[in-house]
């Protein structure tokens, strides 16, 4: 049984005076669940397996910059697993939802299939699930954890044969994702991200820049067209495990080529320095770009991606977003893997920090705040800023859970606990 807290009556009493809350302040709540829930939240697949993938066994693998750490049980062992995993963290979750699939998940029966060679057969579980849950689907080419990632280049590599390996398993992928978006009949972001780079000083950073904008180049013109089916994005990053002291990829560059190519620039809370302010970014880049790929993570002392919780720089994100009405304009997904916890929990607890963000940033009361502004009226600014935080918002998540016919509050966790004790512990 459900406390008295969390039963719908309770709820829906707490709610009315939250609304009413609101409303004297030019909120309307109703409309701001109504937006939160629209708004699509990509899961990423990798966190349910430890970013492990399904490829077939293969010498000389290594995880090109990417480490799960920790040792939970219950890790998702094969895809049949991971999406029975994914079934329950869906229906504990309010509002859309799509799935994020990177390239090493391809189920090939068993048989090694090198990445230039993949195909949308080798996705057609995917495609068949995500037919059956009535999501989208998004894609990444998986540019690490692989023999021709062992030198730590890949599309901006000095050996040719390297780079055609990569620029070959790019074509392939925005071939999958347009394959994707026409069987599921929504455009598939197709996403770019390199591990590229040096641990110590390089004398050369020119060349493998111009060699990774002319690898992309070549990636982008095949397939020609199709590009309201394929929206390709790049992500840029300060540094990472193995390119401390340079990245090849970085966000200049591909700010530059995103802007130059007419791509969508990526940013990811856990690729910047810990004092920069990504939610500052929106408004700069907005002005220029027609949409912004946002991928929420949580850095903890580095790009750690740890699950994302409501910070502050998650609720600043997007109640930057909200105030200048772009929620249309940028794509939402998820990015971390913690191996230190449960898996589902860790997917619910991250989906729903971000989607709650969402709704923080559609409940801001925008109008009294710029009416201060444009009066002149900083102190009142601040103050109305500062009561904004205190606001009863919890009772209009809650409202937007019952309504979005997932379980409210922390009530989800009895379903976690369930599925821990008959299908988790039974891995091994």
Same mark, same amino acid.
């Given at each position: 049984m459900p406390s008295p807290s969390t039963s719908r009556p309770a709820i829906s009493a707490a709610y009315q005076l939250a609304r009413a809350a609101y409303a004297e302040r030019g909120v309307d709540t109703d409309a701001a669940i109504r937006r939160a829930l629209a708004v699509p939240v990509s899961l990423h697949c990798w966190q349910a397996d430890d970013v492990r993938g399904l490829e077939a066994p293969r010498d000389g693998l290594d995880s090109g910059g990417i480490m799960a750490t920790g040792g939970y049980p219950g890790r998702a062992r094969n895809g049949d697993e991971m999406r029975s995993d994914l079934d329950l963290?869906?229906?504990?979750?309010?509002?859309?939802?799509?799935?994020?699939?990177?390239?090493?998940?391809? $189920?090939?029966?068993?048989?090694? &299939?090198?990445?230039?060679?993949?195909?949308?057969?080798?996705?057609?579980?995917?495609l068949d699930w995500a037919k059956a849950a009535g999501i989208g689907l998004d894609f990444n080419p998986t540019y690490f954890a692989h023999p021709k990632a062992?030198?730590?280049?890949?599309?901006?590599?000095?050996?040719?044969?390297?780079?055609?390996?990569?620029?070959?398993?790019?074509?392939?992928?925005?071939?999958?994702?347009?394959?994707?978006?026409? $069987?599921?009949?929504?455009?598939?972001?197709?996403?770019?991200?390199i591990p590229d780079g040096a641990k110590d000083q390089p004398v050369d950073r020119w060349g493998p820049r111009a060699r990774l904008v002319e690898s992309l180049d070549a990636i982008l013109a095949e397939p020609k067209g199709g590009q309201d089916l394929c929206v390709d994005a790049v992500e840029g990053k300060l540094f990472g495990l193995g390119s401390e002291d340079y990245v090849v990829g970085s966000q200049e560059f591909y700010l530059s080529y995103s802007l130059s190519r007419k791509v969508v620039p990526c940013l990811d809370l856990g690729h910047y320095h810990?004092?920069?302010?990504?939610?500052?970014?929106?408004?700069?880049?907005?002005?220029?770009?027609?949409?912004?790929?946002?991928?929420?993570?949580?850095? @903890?002392?580095?790009?750690?991606?740890?699950?994302?919780?409501?910070?502050?720089?998650?609720?600043?994100?997007?109640?930057?977003?909200? /105030?200048?009405?772009?929620?249309? /304009?940028?794509? &939402?997904?998820?990015?971390?893997?913690?191996?230190?916890?449960?898996?589902?929990?860790?997917?619910?607890?991250?989906? /729903?920090?971000?989607?709650?963000?969402i709704l923080l940033g559609l409940l801001d009361p925008t109008k009294l705040l710029r009416a201060a502004d444009?009066?002149?009226?900083?102190? $009142? /600014?601040?103050?109305? @800023? $500062?009561?904004?935080?205190? @606001?009863?918002?919890?009772?209009?998540?809650?409202?937007?859970?019952?309504?979005?016919?997932?379980?409210?509050?922390?009530?989800w966790l009895a379903n976690v606990t369930r599925h821990e004790i008959k299908v988790l512990a039974k891995r091994t």
């Open positions: 963290v869906l229906k504990l979750l309010p509002g859309r939802h799509r799935l994020n699939l990177h390239a090493f998940y391809a $189920e090939t029966n068993g048989k090694p &299939v090198d990445r230039d060679a993949l195909t949308p057969a080798h996705f057609a579980r995917w062992a030198s730590g280049y890949t599309l901006s590599s000095a050996d040719r044969g390297v780079r055609q390996f990569w620029i070959d398993h790019g074509r392939a992928c925005r071939r999958i994702a347009r394959h994707f978006a026409r $069987e599921l009949d929504s455009p598939c972001v197709h996403n770019h991200w810990p004092t920069e302010s990504v939610a500052d970014k929106v408004s700069a880049l907005l002005q220029f770009h027609p949409r912004l790929l946002l991928h929420t993570s949580r850095p @903890m002392r580095w790009d750690s991606d740890h699950v994302v919780i409501l910070d502050d720089p998650v609720r600043a994100l997007f109640n930057e977003i909200a /105030r200048g009405n772009a929620l249309g /304009r940028v794509f &939402v997904a998820l990015d971390f893997f913690d191996a230190s916890i449960n898996r589902i929990a860790a997917y619910v607890i991250g989906a /729903r920090a971000t989607r709650q963000a444009a009066a002149g009226h900083g102190h $009142e /600014r601040l103050a109305r @800023m $500062e009561q904004a935080k205190s @606001m009863p918002w919890g009772a209009v998540w809650d409202m937007l859970c019952i309504r979005g016919d997932t379980p409210p509050a922390e009530t």
